[in-house]
């Protein structure tokens, strides 16, 4: 019931598709750094906010979402607005937008043969008029994946680390602590879903040890990680 695939119109971002089957569980959304255009049958156009926890969502049977992700930093260049103020939260886009603007393109994917195609449309349209993301952003995810430290990643990019924190609230939604915790979960979920061992794991991701690696688990996704390897 769930599909992606790379965007080929947008760097970086992916495209998915899916459909709440009838007496479907809730699902488990994890926190990624990501901001999603979002389309729901039901809802219409929607934005989700970067999550700082994972999201239970909810969906009504037969519900059918059609969305694009951007890579973190590229969400705020669309939508025109802090990644900060859309945290945590999945909201109406015509609360960021005109409705006019707003219903005509709700109308647009709603009746297209390809509605993943508009999305991308209106995503690169935005990304054209605003000048792109910003592109400390790519850099920043970057080293921080890697494992580099808040103090070394902002004298790498010339900034000091108020600066950095400033900007990846911007860019991000929450400081660049955060989001290093963010990428290394995501990393070691990877490793895990490969049938790497949880202690090989925690070792190759940076944690001190697999306690600390459940321990992070759960307090960014409420579940240890074997509930998200199962």
């Known amino acids: 019931m769930y599909r992606e695939t790379g965007s080929e119109a947008v760097a970086g971002a992916v495209l998915w598709w899916s459909t709440v089957p009838p007496e479907a569980a809730p699902s488990r959304i994890l926190p990624d750094g990501c901001l999603d255009l979002i389309w729901s049958s039901h809802q219409g156009l929607l934005v989700a906010g970067p999550d ?12 059918r979402y059609v969305a694009l992700r ?4 590229t969400g705020p260049a669309v939508f025109g607005v802090p990644a900060y103020e859309l945290r945590d939260q999945r909201v109406p886009l015509a ?5 006019p603007r707003v219903r005509e393109l709700d109308e647009r994917v709603a009746y297209a043969d390809r509605p993943d195609r508009v999305l991308e449309a209106i995503a690169s349209e935005r990304l054209r008029e605003g000048g792109g993301p910003d592109p400390i952003a790519r850099p920043v995810v970057a080293r921080l994946d890697r494992g580099v430290d808040v103090a070394g990643t902002a004298a790498a990019l010339g900034l000091d680390p108020r600066q950095l924190h400033r900007r990846s609230r911007t860019l991000f939604g929450y400081g660049p602590k955060t989001l290093a915790r ?3 979960m995501q990393r070691a979920l990877a ?19 697999q306690p600390h690696l459940s321990r992070e688990f759960r307090g960014l996704t409420g579940v240890p990680p074997r509930e998200l390897v199962t």
Do not use: H, M
């Not at 951007?70 to 930093?73: A, L, S």
């Open 52 to 63: 700082t926890t994972a999201q239970v969502g909810e969906g009504t049977a037969g519900e």
């Open 70 to 73: 951007f890579p973190p930093g």
């Open 95 to 99: 609360a960021l937008w005109s409705g």
């Open 182 to 184: 963010i990428l290394r």
């Open 191 to 209: 490793l895990l879903r490969a049938g790497v061992p949880a202690a090989e794991v925690a070792a190759r991701s940076g944690y001190a040890d």
